[in-house]
């Protein structure tokens, strides 16, 4: 597609219910990266794969966070047992190569809000 | 915790008024991007500075890159309604370009 793509747009979870966010990135970019925006905030690094690989998930704030990306185009990020403190933005960025030298196209994101 | 500070956190102006937003850190990026982010959107890319000292222009908006790699400033001259957003500024210090964001300035142009 012509841009990074994420769904749901919006997810409104119990605590304690699993949830699945899903990004398409742009067709052929390499790098992918998952952050996490607070109100009010800039985005936090969660996770970073190249290709199907994740080289850092030094970001995710628990182990009830995980990320895949099999096939190295869609990537998931899974919360389990989601906590009110879960409750943000989440947003997934792509980049053909090193986003560092050349931008990363983010998603619109997915706004995760925990009752 | 952000490892960028960004300042000031806020600012209201009229329209055609000049603006600078600052972003400062104690480390040294290999390069710094900067963004806009609109209400229900993700963060768009303005432009990217990789060498100490450089400035970029895009229309009305200069950005500069510290010598030192360290900071950086966004200016934007005779500022319309629509630069309105948050304006992040990021910075890379990985070889995988992983990037730290700043918490962000929200710039409102009013008519």
């Known amino acids: 597609g012509a841009g990074v793509s994420q769904s749901p747009r919006y997810k409104v979870a119990k605590r304690g219910q699993d949830v699945a966010l899903r990004c398409d990135p742009i067709s052929g970019h390499v790098s992918l990266f998952w952050y996490q925006q607070a109100l009010g905030q800039g985005p936090e690094f969660l996770t970073y794969f190249q290709n199907e690989a994740q080289l850092d998930k030094s970001g995710l704030p628990s182990d009830r966070f995980f990320a895949e990306r099999p096939e190295g185009s869609v990537s998931t990020l899974k919360i389990q047992r989601t906590q009110q403190e879960d409750s943000a933005v989440y947003l997934c960025?792509?980049?053909?190569?090193?986003?560092?030298?050349?931008?990363?196209?983010f998603g619109s994101g997915t706004r995760l809000t925990v009752v | 915790t952000q490892l960028l500070e960004q300042s000031p956190q806020f600012l209201s102006i009229q329209e055609g008024e000049n603006l600078t937003v600052y972003c400062n850190s104690s480390s040294v990026f290999s390069s710094l991007q900067w963004y806009r982010q609109e209400p229900g959107e993700g963060p768009v890319l303005l432009v990217t500075v990789v060498t100490g000292g450089e400035v970029k222009k895009l229309k009305r908006l200069t950005f500069q890159f510290g010598d030192a790699r360290k900071d950086s400033s966004l200016h934007i001259t005779a500022a319309q309604p629509g630069d309105t957003g948050l304006y992040l500024c990021?910075?890379?210090?990985?070889?995988?370009?992983?990037?730290?964001f700043g918490a962000g300035t929200q710039v409102v142009v009013t008519p």
């Open positions: 990021a910075g890379s210090t990985d070889s995988w370009g992983k990037l730290q």
């Open positions: 960025a792509s980049s053909r190569r090193d986003g560092s030298n050349y931008g990363y196209t």
